[in-house]
Structure formats: C-alpha cells, structure tokens
C-alpha cells in the first residue's frame, strides 16, 4: 500500500490561494449589507439625511468589493468593470451628499433639493450599468440561479433610463419596479442560500488554470518575439 505524500496538492489547487471565508459565507454577508441599502437609501432629497447617506454609500462600497470578489471567477475584466461603475455611483452621490447638507462648496449657488435630484438620477444610471454587469455575470455562473441574472439585467435596464430626464420624468415609479424587484430577490438569496460553494470553486479553479494558461502564452510570446524580429532582420 503507497502512503500518500505530505501535503500533497492537486496542480489546480496549487494555483488558488486558500480562502480566508468561504464564498457562501462571503455572499450573505454581501446579502446583509444590500438589506441595510434597502432599509436606509433615501428616495430622493426629500428623505435623504447624513446618517442614511453615510450607511447607504458605505454598504455599496462593500456590496461592490464582495461582488468583485464573488464573481471574478466567471470574467475578471467585467467583475473590474462592474466593481468601477458601482464605486463611481459611490463617488458621484457622496459629493452629491456632501454639497447637498453644506459640507462641500462647489458652486457659488445654494444647495438646492433639485440639485441633489438631478445627480441622483444620473448617478442611478451608471448604477444601472452596474446591474446590467452583474445580471451577466450571475447568468454566466453556475453557483446563483440564472433567473435572478435575467432579472438584474431588467433591473439595469430600467436604472440606465435614468440618464434620460424625460424618461425618468414619465416612467416614475415604474421604472423602479425592475430594480426593486431584481435586486430584492438577489437579496432575498444571498441571504438566504449564498453561492453554491461547491460550483464557485470548480470556476474559480478553471478561472485559475485560465489565467495561467494566458501568462504562460504571454510569457512565450514574449521569449519568441526577438527571435522573430531578428528573422526580420
């Protein structure tokens, strides 16, 4: 009988550092911090304060870090893009925030509720490019349900019409229902259920040989390419 090595590790866990939390519990703790957003992000000027401002931007700065981090696995570059837009979001409605309560002077003229709600709908539509990211990437995995990936989509949709004044004018509340809808069930999930660890895993790994199959052939081209060049020559 062959006594198996010591520490001994298969080549595709070599690749993946060992997770500090696991991904499920990284999900529901990113499903508590969108609960708290739905229970203190303001509807506009009219019942924004500092404190629902303050928990608000700080919640979706973690929402967005956890996203990247759950769905790097499925696409690097559109988990980087998605985690870029909501921070941009982030940016746009604490400068927004911070003019509106007289914290921050911008401009010679005095912060005004219409001000405050005209940035607010356009930083939505950037937040909607967000969730149109986020609907693809959930789709593209296989540890979240792909319904819920389809109804993020919708929801950006709807976020992005915000860029239109006149759309977000005649479509309100409408517009909203997508995104409560999708966003509320995703919710709902993280909370509940997280990720599939198991299915997280397996496309963390083949996202791990991905990449190192990737620097290998870069770093081949990079040794083939003055041999080339001196052909040329």
Known sequence: MSIPAVGHR??????????????????RVAGVYYLLIFIAAPSGAATATPLKMLV??????????????LFKPVNRRLSLAALIFRLIFVAI????????????????SAPSAQTFDTIYTFAL?????????????????????RVLGILMILAGLGYVN??????????????????????GLLTL???????????????SQ??????????????????MLPADSAELR
């Open 93 to 108: 409605m604490t400068l927004d925030s911070l003019y509106y309560f007289g914290a921050l002077d911008l401009v010679y």
């Open 125 to 145: 539509a950037l937040f909607g490019v967000h969730c149109l990211l986020i609907g693809y990437l959930i789709y593209g995995s296989r540890f979240l349900p």
């Open 162 to 183: 915000f860029v239109s004044p006149w759309m977000a004018h005649h479509a309100y509340p409408f517009i909203l229902i997508p995104g409560a809808l999708g966003e």
């Open 206 to 223: 083949t996202g791990g040989r991905a990449d190192l199959l990737t620097a290998r052939s870069r770093a081949a081209q990079g040794v």
């Open 10 to 27: 298969s080549p595709a866990a070599l690749m993946q550092p060992p997770a500090l939390v696991s991904p499920r519990l990284l999900a």
């Open 189 to 203: 999930r993280l909370l509940i259920g997280g990720v599939n660890s198991e299915s997280w895993s397996a496309a």
């Open 56 to 69: 608000t931007m700080a919640c979706d700065t973690a929402v967005a870090l956890i996203f990247y981090s």
